[in-house]
């Protein structure tokens, strides 16, 4: 069975920073694409960065570009998110998703349970 | 970006009712559409993929429909565990974008 299951969440300050981490089991990891969509509060989702299954390719939505970096360890099954000078903004659940495919498509499937961040001071 | 719309926001329906739920594109994306199931708490998942084609294991009473700008969700026979927000995404074009989301709730 494909599994994700996320971890690192929490509260920060704003300014502040947090890693959070994505481990995968149940697929062959360095062979498909990864994302990460975040859920605000009582919100939509919204599709925040993805990454190629080799990590050489790697997208961003404009509001989070050189602040969120998402990286993988394909020796560790594990994808993470760098979350640097965190806004208010960013408070939401983050998701992370496996693509249908090794470049990022957008076919989400599975998802992770979520890990919630809460920027406040 | 491309925009999602999805109508209505929210619906009221009884178990075995047939329901549709539309999304529209704020530009053609062909048959690039994906279609979510999200419960209270927990995380989406896959419905429905490039507009028409059923996730494994999914119900058959799920079917989806449409290309370019306009599609629809469409569950035959309600079933008490359908009742969740229902999410459009298309995968056309980086960034991926959302429908704001239809809540369907029990009448």
């Known amino acids: 069975e494909e599994q994700l299951l996320e971890s690192g969440g929490g509260l920060v300050q704003p300014g502040g920073s947090l890693r959070l981490s994505c481990a995968a089991s149940?697929?062959?990891?360095?062979?498909?694409?990864l994302s990460w969509v975040r859920q605000a509060p009582g919100k939509g989702l919204e599709w925040v960065a993805g990454i190629s299954g080799s990590g050489g390719t790697i997208y961003y939505i404009d509001s989070v570009k050189g602040r969120l970096t998402v990286s993988r360890d394909n020796s560790k099954n594990t994808l993470y998110l760098q979350m640097n000078t965190l806004r208010a903004d960013d408070t939401a659940i983050y998701y992370c998703?496996?693509?249908?495919?090794?470049?990022?498509?957008?076919?989400?499937?599975?998802w992770g349970q979520g890990a919630l961040v809460t920027v406040s001071s | 970006d491309i925009q999602m719309t999805q109508s209505p926001s929210s619906l009221s329906a009884s178990v075995g009712d047939r329901v549709t739920i539309t999304c529209r594109a704020s530009q053609s994306i062909s048959s690039y559409l994906n279609w979510y199931q999200q419960k209270p708490g927990k995380a989406p998942n896959l419905l429905i993929y490039?507009?028409?084609s059923l996730q494994s294991g999914v119900p058959s009473r799920f079917s989806g429909s449409g290309s370019g700008t306009d599609f629809t969700l469409t569950i035959s026979s309600l079933q008490p565990e359908d009742f969740a927000t229902y999410h459009c995404q298309q995968s056309y074009s980086i960034p991926y974008t959302f429908g704001q989301g239809t809540k369907l709730e029990i009448k």
């Open positions: 490039a507009a028409s």
């Open positions: 149940g697929f062959t990891f360095s062979g498909y694409a």
């Open positions: 998703a496996k693509d249908g495919f090794s470049n990022v498509r957008g076919w989400f499937d599975p």
